[in-house]
C-alpha cells in the first residue's frame, strides 16, 4: 500500500489566472515540488485550441521547457478534458515529459470518454480516469463505472469532488463501493474542493482507509489551496501530516520557501481563492461556481438570496 500525493497547483491554480502563470513561477514552483519529494505534479492543460497560454500544451513535447533534469521521485500528469482534446493531437509516450494522463468529463460524456482513455492507454501513457462531481453517480452507476475502468486496465480512478459538497460519509461510502470492486492494481484518487471546509478532512480520511484495506491512493493537493473557488486540500498540510502520521518524509521547509516564493505573492497582488460564504453556498446547494459568478456580475442580489 503507498499514499502518494498529486500536486495541482500549477493546473488547479492556473484558472485564476486565465491558465497564465508566469513561465518563470512554473519552473520554480515545478523545481521546489520536486525537490520537496513531492510523488506526482500536474504541469497543466491538454486542448486541441492554444492561444499562447503558458500552461496550455498541444501535447507532452510542449511541457519539456518547464521540467527538471532531475526529476528524482516525481512523476508529471498532464491533463485534458474529455470534450476539449482530440486524441489525434497526442503524441507516442517516451517517458522524457508527463507519462500519466488524467482525463476530466461530465457523466453523460461517460461512454466517449472510456473509449478516449483506451486510445491513450494504446499510445503508451498511464491514465487517471476523473469522472466529475463522482457524489452525483448512484450505486449502479459506480458499479458500472469500475466494471468499464476494470475492463480498459486503467491505472487510476479517481472520486472527484467537483462542487465541494462531500462529507465525511459520503467519501467513506464511495471508497468502500469502489475499492470493493475495483482491479486491486488500479489506485483510487481523491480530487476535493474546499467549500464546506472539509479538503483535508476528506484526504485524511481516504488515506485511513486506504491504510486499512490496502489500497494504493492518489491525493490531490494544491500549495496553499490554490485553486478555483473555495480551491483544494492543501499540499503542505497533507504532506505534514503523512511525515507525522505514517513516517512519510517530505521536505516541508522546501514547500513552504515555495508557497512563500512564488503563491503568497499572488494573494498580495489580490488573486482571491479559499472558503467563505458564496463558495460555502456553492457547496451547500451542490453548485458550480459558475452559477455563484454570473450571480455577482449579473445582479444585485446578497449572498442569502444566492442561497
Known amino acids: 500500500m503507498s499514499i502518494q500525493l498529486v500536486d495541482c497547483t500549477i493546473r488547479d491554480g492556473g484558472y485564476l489566472l486565465n491558465k497564465n502563470f508566469e513561465k518563470d513561477v512554473v519552473k520554480s514552483i515545478i523545481n521546489g515540488l520536486v525537490n520537496a519529494g513531492i510523488d506526482f505534479v500536474e504541469t497543466g492543460f491538454l486542448q486541441d485550441i492554444v492561444s499562447n497560454e503558458s500552461i496550455v500544451y498541444k501535447n507532452s513535447k510542449d511541457v519539456l521547457k518547464y521540467l527538471p533534469i532531475n526529476k528524482d521521485k516525481t512523476t508529471f500528469i498532464g491533463f485534458c478534458d474529455n470534450s476539449r482534446y482530440s486524441i489525434q493531437n497526442l503524441d507516442e509516450c517516451d517517458k522524457s ?9 461530465k457523466k453523460y460524456e461517460l461512454e466517449s470518454a472510456l473509449e478516449f482513455c483506451y486510445q491513450i492507454k494504446q499510445k503508451g501513457y498511464k491514465i ?3 469522472p466529475m462531481d463522482t457524489i452525483s ?16 486496465k486503467a491505472d487510476a480512478l479517481s472520486i472527484v469532488d467537483t462542487y465541494g459538497s462531500m462529507y465525511i460519509d459520503d467519501a467513506i461510502s464511495m471508497f468502500k463501493q469502489i475499492d470493493s470492486t475495483l482491479a486491486c492494481e488500479i489506485k483510487i484518487g481523491l480530487h476535493s474542493h474546499d467549500n464546506l471546509g472539509l479538503s483535508n478532512a476528506l484526504a485524511e480520511e481516504i488515506i485511513r482507509l486506504s491504510h486499512s484495506s490496502d489500497r494504493d491512493v492518489m491525493i490531490d ?3 496553499l489551496g490554490m485553486g478555483r473557488g473555495a480551491g483544494n486540500a492543501s499540499t503542505e498540510a497533507l504532506a505534514v501530516f503523512l511525515n507525522k502520521k505514517y513516517g512519510y518524509n517530505y521536505n516541508i521547509p ?11 505573492p499572488l494573494r498580495d497582488n489580490n488573486i482571491k481563492w479559499g472558503y467563505n460564504l458564496p463558495m460555502f ?18 445582479t444585485d442580489c446578497s449572498i442569502t438570496e444566492m442561497y
Do not use: D, P
Request: hydrophobic share 40%; with cysteine; glycine share 4%.
Open 254 to 264: 522546501l514547500l513552504i520557501q515555495t508557497i512563500e516564493n512564488h503563491i503568497m
Open 128 to 130: 487517471q480516469i476523473n
Open 281 to 298: 453556498v456553492c457547496g451547500v446547494q451542490h453548485s458550480h461556481i459558475n452559477n455563484i459568478n454570473y450571480l455577482h456580475k449579473n
Open 221 to 223: 493537493g494544491s500549495l
Open 97 to 105: 515529459s508527463f507519462e500519466w494522463i488524467r482525463i476530466a468529463f
Open 137 to 152: 453517480y448512484s450505486k449502479e452507476e459506480i458499479k458500472y463505472l469500475v466494471k468499464e475502468v476494470n475492463s480498459i
